[in-house]
C-alpha cells in the first residue's frame, strides 16, 4: 500500500469518523427528545410530540380538547370506541377511571390486566400529566394522563403506548452511548497518528541516521528494510546505494594492493633479465670472455635474456590492451572441425621436437561453426599448451587434445600428465602473475601472464576457461565457446 493511499485513507477516516460520529450524536439526541424513529419526519413540522406516533399525538390533541369541552365525552362508550379504535393501528389505548374503578379499558390494554394497577391518582381538574413510564413483562409503556372532574366526580382518563425498544435503549444508555462516542472519536485519532508516527516518520529517522552515517564515512552498517511502500523501495534503493558505495570502496583498495603486486612483480620480472644482461655486458667490458668461443656464448646468453624481455613486455602490454577493452579483435564465424585438425597437425608437429607425445580426439561433426578470432583463440592455445610443457616431470610426457559438443557449446580439453597443481594454487591461476612457485625461480620460466590472457580472450569471445587439477597427476584445461551457426553458417 502506497504512502499517497495510506495518507488518503487516514485525511478521510479523520473526516469521515467525526462526521459520523456526529450524525449518530444528532440522531441520538433527536430520538431521545422525539420518542421515535419513524417519527423523525416531524421534527420540524411540531415541537409538541410526546409519543411515537402522528395518530397517537393528534388523538392526544383531540381528547385534550373535548376533555377541557365536553368531559361527558370521556365517558361516552362510542366516543371511547372510535378513539380506540384509531389508537389501537398504533399499538396504543385507553384506560378510564372514574373514581376509584376502572370505568373504560380498550382492547388491546384489557390484555394486559396489569396496566391499570397503581395508576397514579387524580391530581386537579383539566389537568395532564406525561412521560410516566411503566414496565409490563419485557414491554415497556408509556402514558398521559388526563384529569377532569364530571359532576363532582373524579375522573382520569390515561392514553397508554408501547415504547419503541430502540427508543428505550437510547433513553436509558444516552449518556454511556455519548462518551463511547467521544472515546472512539479520540482513540481513533490516536491511533492513527501513532500509525502514521511508526509507520512513516520513524521510518524517515532510520533512513536520516543511515544517511549521517554515510556523511560521516561510516558504510559498515545495513539499512533494515520495511514495507513495499514508497519509503520501503527508497530504503532498499538507500541500502543498495550504500552496498554500492561501500563494495565500490573495497574494490578500489583491493584495486590499490593488486596495484602494489603489480609493481613488485613487474619490477621482478623485468630485473631478472636486465640484470644476467648487465652482468654479460660487464663481462665482456671486463675481458672476462676474452676468448671467441666465450664471447660468442656470452652474446647468445644475453640475446636470449633479451628475447625473454621483449616477450615479457609484449605479454605485459597484451593484458593490458585486453584489461582495458583495447585490444581490437578479427572474429569470423569458422569450422570447427578443419580449424582443429590444421591446429592438431601443428601442435603435433611442435611437440614432437620437444619428445612430447600428442593424442587428438576429435569427436567434432562436420559443418559446426564458431565465431572466434584464429590468431587470439591460437594464442590460448599456446599459452596453454606452453604452461603443460614447462611443468612437465614424467619419463614419457604426454599431451591430450579432445574435442566434443556439449548443447550448445564445442568444448576443447587441453590435458598433461605434467606435476599438477594443488587445491591452493589452482583457484589463482587465472591471476595475473601468479605462480604456484613462490620463489618465482626461473627454473620454470614464464611471466605468470598466460594464462590470465588467455582467461581474457575467452572472455572476449563470450567463453569460459575452467580449469582441474591434481597435484603429480597432471592438469586439464576446459575451453568452451557458444556454437554460432552450422551448414554453412555465415557470420
Same mark, same amino acid.
Given at each position: 500500500?502506497? #504512502?499517497?493511499?495510506?495518507?488518503?485513507?487516514?485525511?478521510? /477516516? &479523520?473526516?469521515?469518523?467525526?462526521?459520523?460520529?456526529?450524525?449518530?450524536?444528532?440522531?441520538?439526541?433527536?430520538?431521545?427528545?422525539?420518542?421515535?424513529?419513524? @417519527?423523525?419526519?416531524?421534527?420540524?413540522?411540531?415541537?409538541?410530540?410526546?409519543?411515537?406516533?402522528?395518530?397517537?399525538?393528534?388523538?392526544?390533541?383531540?381528547?385534550?380538547?373535548?376533555?377541557?369541552?365536553?368531559?361527558?365525552?370521556?365517558?361516552?362508550?362510542?366516543?371511547? @370506541?372510535?378513539?380506540?379504535?384509531?389508537?389501537? $393501528?398504533?399499538?396504543?389505548?385507553?384506560?378510564?377511571?372514574?373514581?376509584?374503578?376502572?370505568?373504560?379499558?380498550?382492547?388491546?390494554?384489557?390484555?394486559?390486566?396489569?396496566?391499570?394497577?397503581?395508576?397514579?391518582?387524580?391530581?386537579?381538574?383539566?389537568?395532564?400529566?406525561?412521560?410516566?413510564?411503566?414496565?409490563?413483562?419485557?414491554?415497556?409503556?408509556?402514558?398521559?394522563?388526563?384529569?377532569?372532574? !364530571?359532576?363532582?366526580?373524579?375522573?382520569?382518563?390515561?392514553?397508554?403506548?408501547?415504547?419503541?425498544?430502540?427508543?428505550? !435503549?437510547?433513553?436509558?444508555?444516552?449518556?454511556?452511548? !455519548?462518551?463511547?462516542?467521544?472515546?472512539?472519536?479520540?482513540?481513533?485519532?490516536?491511533?492513527?497518528?501513532?500509525?502514521?508516527?511508526?509507520?512513516?516518520?520513524?521510518?524517515?529517522?532510520?533512513?536520516?541516521?543511515?544517511?549521517? %552515517?554515510?556523511?560521516?564515512?561510516?558504510?559498515?552498517?545495513?539499512?533494515?528494510?520495511?514495507?513495499?511502500?514508497?519509503?520501503?523501495?527508497?530504503?532498499?534503493?538507500?541500502?543498495?546505494?550504500?552496498?554500492?558505495?561501500?563494495?565500490?570502496?573495497?574494490?578500489?583498495?583491493?584495486?590499490?594492493?593488486?596495484?602494489?603486486?603489480?609493481?613488485?612483480?613487474?619490477?621482478?620480472?623485468?630485473?631478472?633479465?636486465?640484470?644476467?644482461?648487465?652482468?654479460?655486458?660487464?663481462?665482456?667490458?671486463?675481458?672476462?670472455? *676474452?676468448?671467441?668461443?666465450?664471447?660468442?656464448?656470452?652474446?647468445?646468453?644475453?640475446?636470449?635474456?633479451?628475447? %625473454?624481455?621483449?616477450?615479457?613486455? @609484449?605479454?605485459?602490454?597484451?593484458?593490458?590492451?585486453?584489461?582495458?577493452?583495447?585490444?581490437?579483435?578479427?572474429?569470423? /564465424?569458422?569450422?570447427?572441425?578443419?580449424?582443429?585438425? *590444421?591446429?592438431?597437425?601443428?601442435?603435433? !608437429?611442435?611437440?614432437?621436437?620437444?619428445?612430447?607425445?600428442?593424442?587428438?580426439?576429435?569427436?567434432?561433426?562436420?559443418?559446426?561453426?564458431?565465431? &572466434?578470432?584464429?590468431?587470439?583463440?591460437?594464442?590460448?592455445?599456446?599459452?596453454?599448451?606452453?604452461?603443460?610443457?614447462?611443468?612437465?616431470?614424467?619419463?614419457?610426457?604426454?599431451?591430450?587434445?579432445?574435442?566434443?559438443?556439449?548443447?550448445?557449446?564445442?568444448?576443447?580439453?587441453?590435458?598433461?600428465?605434467?606435476?599438477?597443481?594443488?587445491? $591452493?594454487?589452482?583457484?589463482? #591461476?587465472?591471476?595475473?602473475?601468479?605462480?604456484?612457485?613462490?620463489?618465482?625461480?626461473?627454473?620454470?620460466?614464464?611471466?605468470?601472464?598466460?594464462?590470465?590472457?588467455?582467461?581474457?580472450? &575467452?572472455?572476449?569471445?563470450?567463453?569460459?576457461?575452467?580449469?582441474?587439477?591434481?597435484?603429480?597427476?597432471?592438469?586439464?584445461?576446459?575451453?568452451?565457446?557458444?556454437?554460432?551457426?552450422? %551448414?554453412?553458417?555465415?557470420?
Amino acid at each position: 500500500m502506497s #504512502i499517497r493511499f495510506k495518507l488518503l485513507l487516514s485525511y478521510a /477516516a &479523520m473526516l469521515v469518523i467525526p462526521l459520523i460520529s456526529i450524525l449518530v450524536i444528532s440522531l441520538l439526541l433527536v430520538i431521545f427528545y422525539q420518542g421515535d424513529v419513524k @417519527n423523525l419526519k416531524g421534527v420540524y413540522e411540531t415541537t409538541e410530540n410526546r409519543f411515537g406516533h402522528e395518530a397517537v399525538e393528534h388523538a392526544v390533541k383531540e381528547i385534550k380538547r373535548t376533555s377541557v369541552r365536553h368531559p361527558d365525552l370521556l365517558l361516552d362508550s362510542t366516543y371511547l @370506541n372510535d378513539m380506540s379504535a384509531d389508537l389501537e $393501528k398504533n399499538d396504543s389505548g385507553i384506560i378510564v377511571r372514574r373514581g376509584d374503578a376502572i370505568y373504560y379499558r380498550s382492547e388491546n390494554m384489557a390484555q394486559s390486566p396489569r396496566l391499570a394497577v397503581d395508576l397514579p391518582g387524580y391530581a386537579r381538574s383539566n389537568s395532564s400529566n406525561g412521560y410516566t413510564e411503566k414496565k409490563e413483562g419485557n414491554t415497556n409503556y408509556v402514558f398521559l394522563q388526563f384529569d377532569v372532574m !364530571f359532576k363532582d366526580e373524579p375522573v382520569s382518563l390515561f392514553i397508554i403506548s408501547k415504547e419503541d425498544p430502540l427508543t428505550y !435503549f437510547i433513553r436509558k444508555y444516552f449518556p454511556t452511548l !455519548f462518551v463511547c462516542s467521544l472515546l472512539i472519536l479520540i482513540i481513533t485519532h490516536v491511533l492513527l497518528t501513532t500509525y502514521m508516527s511508526k509507520n512513516i516518520i520513524r521510518r524517515l529517522r532510520t533512513l536520516r541516521t543511515a544517511a549521517r %552515517e554515510m556523511k560521516n564515512g561510516n558504510l559498515d552498517f545495513k539499512l533494515q528494510v520495511e514495507g513495499k511502500d514508497e519509503i520501503g523501495q527508497l530504503s532498499m534503493a538507500f541500502e543498495d546505494m550504500r552496498s554500492r558505495m561501500q563494495e565500490s570502496i573495497q574494490i578500489q583498495a583491493q584495486y590499490e594492493v593488486n596495484r602494489k603486486e603489480l609493481i613488485a612483480s613487474i619490477s621482478h620480472d623485468l630485473r631478472t633479465p636486465l640484470t644476467a644482461i648487465r652482468g654479460y655486458i660487464d663481462g665482456v667490458m671486463e675481458g672476462v670472455a *676474452d676468448t671467441p668461443e666465450k664471447s660468442a656464448r656470452y652474446m647468445k646468453t644475453i640475446d636470449a635474456k633479451a628475447a %625473454e624481455l621483449e616477450h615479457l613486455i @609484449n605479454e605485459l602490454f597484451l593484458y593490458s590492451k585486453l584489461d582495458l577493452n583495447r585490444q581490437p579483435f578479427q572474429f569470423e /564465424a569458422v569450422e570447427l572441425l578443419p580449424f582443429l585438425n *590444421d591446429l592438431s597437425e601443428e601442435l603435433q !608437429f611442435e611437440l614432437e621436437k620437444k619428445s612430447i607425445a600428442f593424442e587428438p580426439d576429435m569427436d567434432v561433426p562436420a559443418g559446426y561453426f564458431v565465431r &572466434m578470432d584464429r590468431d587470439q583463440f591460437k594464442r590460448v592455445l599456446n599459452n596453454i599448451i606452453s604452461n603443460s610443457v614447462r611443468y612437465m616431470d614424467k619419463p614419457l610426457p604426454v599431451i591430450r587434445m579432445k574435442a566434443y559438443l556439449a548443447g550448445h557449446q564445442a568444448v576443447m580439453k587441453i590435458s598433461d600428465n605434467g606435476i599438477g597443481m594443488k587445491d $591452493k594454487d589452482l583457484e589463482h #591461476i587465472f591471476e595475473r602473475f601468479y605462480r604456484a612457485d613462490e620463489s618465482r625461480s626461473n627454473k620454470t620460466g614464464g611471466s605468470g601472464l598466460g594464462l590470465a590472457i588467455a582467461k581474457q580472450i &575467452m572472455e572476449s569471445h563470450n567463453g569460459e576457461i575452467t580449469a582441474a587439477s591434481k597435484w603429480t597427476a597432471g592438469t586439464t584445461i576446459s575451453l568452451s565457446l557458444p556454437i554460432h551457426s552450422r %551448414e554453412g553458417g555465415g557470420k
